[in-house]
Nanobody, 122 residues
Framework: QVQLVESGGGLVQAGGSLRLTCAASGGTFSRYCLGWFRQAPGKEREFVASIGWTSTYFADSVKGRFTISSDNDKNTVALQMNSLKPEATAVYYC?????????????????WGQGTQGTVSS
């Protein structure tokens, strides 16, 4: 059973940065891929970014401003969010998918973390 724990959320002003980290435990880290989704108040959960062994994927709305990286020694994935906008305010969830291809769809994810709140003030 894979468990995911997010950290690093908080409050930042528009134009600022946040770095989120997802720590995975259980299972074998090399047998699944991790990514990030977010859910703003009153909206559906949406894809943000994910990382596989040889590729990364980003939502169009965050390309050029967000990066994603993994540390295979620590079993963690980090989401660096720069030039943040107020519309980025959301609960950010780490999600995992078994296999070598990362998830980009909510319904294609096999396990989830509890989420961490990120708030961007204007």
């Amino acid at each position: 059973q894979v468990q995911l724990v997010e950290s690093g959320g908080g409050l930042v002003q528009a134009g600022g940065s946040l770095r989120l980290t997802c720590a995975a435990s259980g299972g074998t880290f090399s047998r699944y891929c991790l990514g990030w989704f977010r859910q703003a108040p009153g909206k559906e959960r949406e894809f943000v970014a994910s990382i596989g062994w040889t590729s990364t994927y980003f939502a169009d709305s965050v390309k050029g401003r967000f990066t994603i990286s993994s540390d295979n020694d620590k079993n963690t994935v980090a989401l660096q969010m720069n030039s943040l906008k107020p519309e980025a305010t959301a609960v950010y969830y780490c999600a995992g998918k078994l296999g070598l291809l990362p998830t980009t769809e909510v319904n294609d994810s096999d396990f989830w973390g509890q989420g961490t709140q990120g708030t961007v003030s204007s």
